[in-house]
C-alpha cells in the first residue's frame, strides 16, 4: 500500500519533481565549476587535470568553502613522541608540499598530501630515524616520504561527514520511533515516519527475507538497515559539492574495507555446520573433487569481502572523478565556449550519480544478506 502511495505522489508531481531534479543537478554543476575554477587560482601554473581530481576526491584537514579564501579548518590531533599535540589545520595554511613546518613541544611537523609528518627525520641503514637539517621531506626511489609519522586522530573531512550522517540518522530514526510510540500513532504514518518506513519495508521484503529467510532475518535486519541508509546517505552527501558535505567518505577504501569487514564477520560466526561444511568438505562430490574444491571455497570466504570493499569504493570514486574531469575539459581547452558542453555532460552524469548512490547501497546490503543467508542455510540432506 505504501509504495502504491509513493507512485501515485511520484506520478502526480512528476512535472514539479522533474524541474527540482534539473535545477539540483545545474546547481551542482555550477559549484563543481566554480570550485574547479577556484583550484586554478595561479594562472601562471599549467593547469593539471589529474591533481585536480585527486583534490577533490582525496581526504583534508580542512574545508574549502569557496576556494581558500573561505575555508573552514579542522583540527589535528597527534600522539606523538611527547604526548597528546592538539592544533589548528590552518597552521599549514598556504602549502601542502611539505614546505611548512609548525613546532609544538620542541618538534617539527610538516603536512605532506594530507598527511602528516615529523620534519627532517629518516631512516638509516639499521632502521632508525635520524635527523637532518637539509630536507623536510625524504622521498624513497618511488617518491613516497620516509618521514618518521606520528599517531594521526586528525578531525578529517570524511570523520566530520560520518559523523553528520550518523547524527542525521539518528535523529531521522528517533523522531520516527517517537512517533510509532506516540498516542497520536493510528496506524498510518506521517511526516519522517513515512518517508522511512516505505525504505525499511523495502529492505525487510526485498533483500533480508528472500535473502536470508523468514525466520532468521530478523537478528540482521539492524545491520542491514544501518549499512543501507549510511551508504546511501554518505552516497548523497558527497554528490553535493558545498559545506557541509562534499566529503567522499564511501569513495575511501578504509571506509569499504571496515564495512566489508563487518559483513565478513558477522558472515563466518553466523555460519553452521552445513556452511562450513561445504567450504571444507562439499558433500556429493568424489573425494579428489572436494580436496580439489576446498582451498577454492577457502579463497571464497576472502574474495566475497574484498569484491564488496573495491566495488563500493570503484564506483563511487569513479563518479566524483568523472564529473571533475569533464570540468576540466574548460580548462584544457581553453575556452569558455566548452563551458556549455561540459555542464550539460555533468548534469547527464550526475543524473546517473544519484541513481548509483542508492544502487550501490543496495547492492552492498544484498549481498551481505546473501552471505548471511549462505552461512545460515540448512543442510540440503535434512531435508
Known amino acids: 500500500m505504501y509504495f502504491k502511495n509513493i507512485y501515485i505522489c511520484i506520478y502526480m508531481n512528476q512535472k514539479n519533481m522533474i524541474k527540482f531534479i534539473f535545477s539540483f543537478l545545474v546547481l551542482i554543476s555550477t559549484f563543481n565549476f566554480a570550485l574547479a575554477e577556484s ?194 546517505l554518505n552516497n548523497v552527501m558527497g554528490l553535493i559539492p558545498f559545506f557541509p558535505f562534499g566529503a567522499n567518505l564511501t569513495g575511501n577504501i578504509a571506509v569499504t574495507f571496515t564495512l566489508a569487514i563487518i559483513t565478513f564477520i558477522i558472515t563466518n560466526f553466523s555460519g553452521n555446520k552445513s556452511y562450513w561444511k561445504h567450504i571444507f568438505w562439499t558433500p556429493d562430490v568424489p573425494i579428489p573433487m572436494k580436496i580439489f574444491l576446498a582451498p577454492i571455497e577457502v579463497i571464497g570466504i576472502f574474495t566475497k569481502p574484498f569484491s564488496l570493499m573495491v566495488r563500493l569504493f570503484a564506483n563511487i570514486t569513479a563518479g566524483h572523478i568523472i564529473i571533475i574531469s569533464l570540468i576540466s575539459l574548460i580548462f584544457i581547452f581553453k575556452s569558455y565556449f566548452v563551458a556549455p558542453v561540459s555542464i550539460i555532460a555533468v548534469v547527464f552524469i550526475s543524473v546517473i550519480e544519484i541513481l548509483v548512490t542508492a544502487l550501490q547501497a543496495y547492492i552492498f546490503t544484498t549481498l551481505s544478506a546473501l552471505y548471511f543467508g549462505m552461512a545460515t542455510e540448512d543442510n540440503h540432506e535434512e531435508h
Do not use: C
Not at 604526548?83 to 620542541?106: L, Q, T
Not at 624513497?140 to 618521514?147: E, L, S
Not at 531521522?172 to 515516519?193: C, E, H, M, Q, T
Open 39 to 232: 583550484s586554478k587560482s595561479n594562472d601562471s601554473e599549467p593547469f593539471n587535470p589529474t591533481e585536480t581530481a585527486m583534490h577533490h576526491v582525496k581526504d583534508s584537514h580542512q574545508f574549502e568553502i569557496w576556494g581558500e579564501d573561505v575555508t573552514l579548518y579542522l583540527p589535528i590531533i597527534l600522539w606523538t613522541d611527547n604526548g597528546m599535540v592538539i592544533f589548528s589545520s590552518k597552521e599549514f595554511k598556504g602549502n601542502d608540499n611539505g614546505e611548512i613546518v609548525v613546532e609544538k613541544k620542541g618538534m617539527e611537523f610538516i603536512k605532506f598530501h594530507e598527511k602528516i609528518y615529523y620534519a627532517k627525520t629518516k631512516k638509516n641503514a639499521s632502521g632508525e630515524y635520524i635527523t637532518e637539517s637539509s630536507k623536510l621531506v625524504h622521498l624513497d626511489d618511488q617518491h613516497h616520504p620516509i618521514n618518521k609519522v606520528p599517531l594521526d586522530f586528525s578531525i578529517t573531512k570524511n570523520i566530520f561527514s560520518m559523523w553528520l550522517s550518523l547524527i542525521v540518522l539518528l535523529v531521522v530514526f528517533i523522531s520516527a520511533a517517537r512517533y510509532y510510540k506516540s498516542k497520536s500513532y493510528n496506524g498510518v504514518p506521517k511526516g519522517v515516519a513515512a518517508i522511512v518506513e516505505p525504505l525499511i519495508v523495502f529492505v525487510r521484503d526485498e533483500i533480508a527475507i528472500p535473502n536470508i529467510g523468514e525466520k532468521k532475518y530478523k537478528k540482521y535486519m539492524p545491520y542491514l538497515l544501518t549499512v543501507f541508509f549510511f551508504i546511501w
